[in-house]
């Protein structure tokens, strides 16, 4: 019986965020366009820090992984989900729902272990200007960049084998547009009480820590910024803090309720609603923030168009 309920599910259904028809027709053109409008803006950004050599600094470095990043996750996640908006099924195989789950959880903790690189460059450069060539050098980027690809890979590996080391008998309708890890682990046989330990040290870990840098940093940012006596340089640093601490609240706010919450993955709609902004709004959010004051980006990207004939020249 027990080898038998284990082949017995070979899939999951995910119920998405409506039934209805016209209602998923509808939500199948927004999201398009919030899967187009995501993956062109990011592209953009790495395509300006790539061409134009002015923006070839630590911050920008971390700006390129964190669009990257931004790029694989909607794509790991949307495609999916715009496919069964518009067959109206959510049919999904075991191995494609683990897939999608790794997938999730590797760029979800790399985006995290990111912001933290970058909260830390950021006080670097305002708090120790005359030594931040030296304490942000090339070796120093990369490492941050490859121990944020690193950790992500590590960790969703360890939740992602737990979890599916579980049996699935049924019933198996997710309620939820992908497969969100807590969600999907609420229907497993067998008692979950030791993954759900996992699963919370391991999300504790890859946002508390992160969290506790970044909190750390723009405080002694914000205590440095105060002792400016230049009313333009308070402005240039609040300026470029408030759009990365934008982000920041966004991210980890929902991320945080989704799984660091009592009673992890409940499976009820209110889950669906948070994953809706760490999902979707804020991979969209990200090159409009970080682009929309920034002049160093506004030159590239009229660099750029003068190249091509389309920019106004002087």
């Given at each position: 019986m027990r080898a038998q309920n284990?082949?017995?599910i070979t899939e999951f259904i995910l119920v998405g965020l409506t039934s209805h028809r016209k209602t998923q027709i509808l939500l199948f053109v927004v999201i398009l366009i919030i899967y187009l409008l995501t993956v062109m803006g990011n592209l953009v950004i790495i395509m300006l820090v790539r061409t134009d050599s002015r923006?070839?600094?630590p911050m920008y470095y971390f700006l390129t992984h964190l669009a990257g990043v931004?790029?694989?996750y909607v794509t790991s996640t949307l495609p999916q989900m715009l496919i069964n908006l518009l067959n109206g099924n959510g049919v999904i195989s075991l191995t494609r729902c683990a897939l999608q789950m790794h997938l999730v959880l590797t760029l979800g903790g790399t985006e995290c272990v990111l912001l933290g690189a970058m909260a830390y460059d950021r006080y670097l450069a305002i708090c120790h200007p005359l030594l931040y060539a030296v304490l942000m050098?090339?070796?120093?980027q990369l490492q941050l960049a490859s121990v944020s690809w690193s950790v992500g890979i590590l960790l969703a590996t360890i939740n992602v084998s737990c979890t599916f080391s579980h049996l699935f008998c049924g019933p198996?309708?997710?309620?939820?547009?992908?497969?969100?890890l807590p969600v999907v682990l609420k229907l497993a046989c067998a008692n979950t009480h030791i993954t759900e330990s996992v699963v919370f040290m391991t999300a504790a870990l890859i946002l508390l820590g992160p969290l506790s840098v970044i909190l750390t940093s723009y405080g002694l940012i914000l205590s440095s910024i105060l002792k400016m006596r230049s009313s333009a340089s308070r402005r240039k640093a609040f300026s470029t803090c408030t759009s990365h601490l934008a982000v920041v609240t966004v991210f980890y706010g929902t991320v945080i309720t989704m799984y660091m919450r009592p009673g992890l993955g409940t499976g009820s709609d209110f889950d669906k609603k948070i994953a809706v902004f760490y999902i979707m709004v804020t991979p969209l959010l990200n090159p409009i923030i970080y682009t929309l004051r920034n002049k160093d980006v506004h030159g590239a990207a009229a660099k750029v168009l003068r190249r091509w004939g389309l920019g106004c020249k002087r």
């Open positions: 284990l082949t017995s923006l070839h600094t931004e790029v694989c050098g090339r070796w120093r198996n309708r997710v309620n939820h547009f992908i497969c969100e």
